[in-house]
């Protein structure tokens, strides 16, 4: 199917399914979009089952594989939601919990990573390094899921900057653990390097590579914008800097996540402040806000409708029950760590460690990271329980986290 085609349809089913939940079942727009897409795609893969000659099954299966989910958001979306995100986060919040960001985005994500990839390991007799794959594939938090939740959650504001800040570099850094891993547990596929001082200078190259990138495509696009009074050509311009900066990210081969999030902060902070006038920063933040809005439909609608490319044997079900376990004790401890080593330190919001560990939402990154691993044996079960554990996340915790936090966060009586 043409590319536009294949558009038109999400952009018609994303439509329609959040019309159907605004109408009958009233939940947060993207987790309702997700909960309608499942379940029409569950009663089409009932129906073929029950109906000898339905084979509509068939049909979506070959629609759905030629979405190429991976690649239409790691290799286009998430550049533009990642950038919409930090537009809208405040540096100089940020830059107050920037101690918790930091060690839950690098510390957390590597204890997470370890805690998983050791205990998935042990439960299914996988190699350890291709189950810490598994551990880097299921450790990022959603940025789209997560900023959504907190909109519905009213949050202190410090715990919110912590998660929002968080979610947005971790998946960037776990990106990168990602990309190590897989070369070290998959040595000769392509673009991948192979060998610990590979490995290492991969991960620095992508990370600090992508930091840097984006702090020189911020300040340069900053610098154009301030010779500029057009709120429609700076509004081109932003979605060029988001989208032909993520680009030349990858064909750099540094971090597009991470190059993303620097120059989104930076426009949101001194771009806006310095760079715009008041019409334009209105028309620039409402335009980011609807692109976000748009894309968080169409992702959620991907995610649903992607259990036509996935296997569930019974066994592989199991496996995805114990990994939703293990993965909430591995974000508990992720998360209890660093606020342990900061807590002498500073002072942290009522229960912060339960809500930031129930509210580490996994989302559309993880699966697209597991449908873009090289083909092996185990790459069926890691698809299978990711998926699980994405659609439990989103469904489970993303429905309950807002008031679990509004009851840890309500001021006690005496």
Do not use: C
């Not at 200078?201 to 500029?228: D, S, Y």
């Amino acid at each position: 199917m043409p590319v536009l085609q294949l558009a038109a349809v999400l952009i018609t089913l994303a439509a329609l399914f959040g019309t159907i939940n605004y109408l009958f079942l009233r939940l947060p727009q993207a987790i309702g979009i997700l909960v309608v897409a499942l379940a029409t795609s569950l009663a089409i893969l009932g129906l073929d089952a029950l109906i000898p000659g339905f084979a509509l099954d068939d049909r979506i299966r070959l629609s759905v594989r030629e979405l190429h989910f991976s690649d239409a958001l790691l290799e286009g979306m998430l550049g533009l939601l990642l950038f919409a995100g930090a537009l809208h986060l405040n540096l100089a919040d940020l830059r107050k919990q920037w101690a918790v960001v930091a060690l839950m985005a690098t510390l957390g994500v590597g204890i997470s990573t370890a805690i998983v990839g050791t205990g998935f390991s042990w439960f299914t007799g996988m190699p350890i390094l291709i189950a810490l794959v598994f551990g880097a594939i299921v450790t990022p938090t959603d940025p789209v899921a997560v900023l959504g939740v907190l909109r519905e959650a009213k949050l202190p504001k410090s715990l919110e900057i912590q998660i929002a800040g968080e979610s947005l570099f971790n998946d960037g850094v776990a990106y990168v653990l990602f990309l190590v891993l897989v070369g070290l547990a998959f040595p000769g596929g392509a673009d991948h390097a192979a060998g610990l001082g590979a490995a290492a200078w991969l991960f620095v190259q992508e990370a600090l590579g992508g930091a840097a990138l984006g702090a020189v495509l911020g300040f340069l696009t900053f610098r154009v914008m301030r010779r500029i009074d057009d709120y429609g050509l700076e509004v081109l311009i932003t979605l060029a800097l988001a989208f032909g900066g993520y680009e030349l990210a990858i064909w750099l081969h540094v971090s597009g996540p991470i190059m993303a999030v620097v120059a989104g902060l930076f426009i949101g902070h001194v771009g806006m402040e310095r760079g715009m006038s008041a019409e334009t920063r209105a028309y620039v933040d409402a335009f980011w806000k609807l692109v976000d809005e748009i894309l968080n439909a169409i992702l959620f609608l991907m995610i649903g409708i992607e259990v036509f490319a996935i296997a569930f044997p019974g066994d592989h079900l199991m496996a995805g029950l114990f990994a939703i376990g293990l993965a909430l004790f591995a974000r508990f401890v992720a998360v209890a760590v660093p606020v342990g080593m900061l807590r002498p330190f500073r002072q942290f919001a009522p229960g912060v460690v339960p809500i930031m560990t129930w509210g580490g939402l996994k989302g559309g990154i993880s699966v697209a990271l597991a449908l873009s691993l090289p083909d092996s044996a185990w790459t069926p079960l890691i698809l299978t329980v990711t998926y699980v554990i994405v659609v439990f996340s989103i469904l489970a915790q993303g429905l309950t986290i807002a008031p679990l936090a509004r009851r840890l966060t309500a001021p006690r009586l005496l």
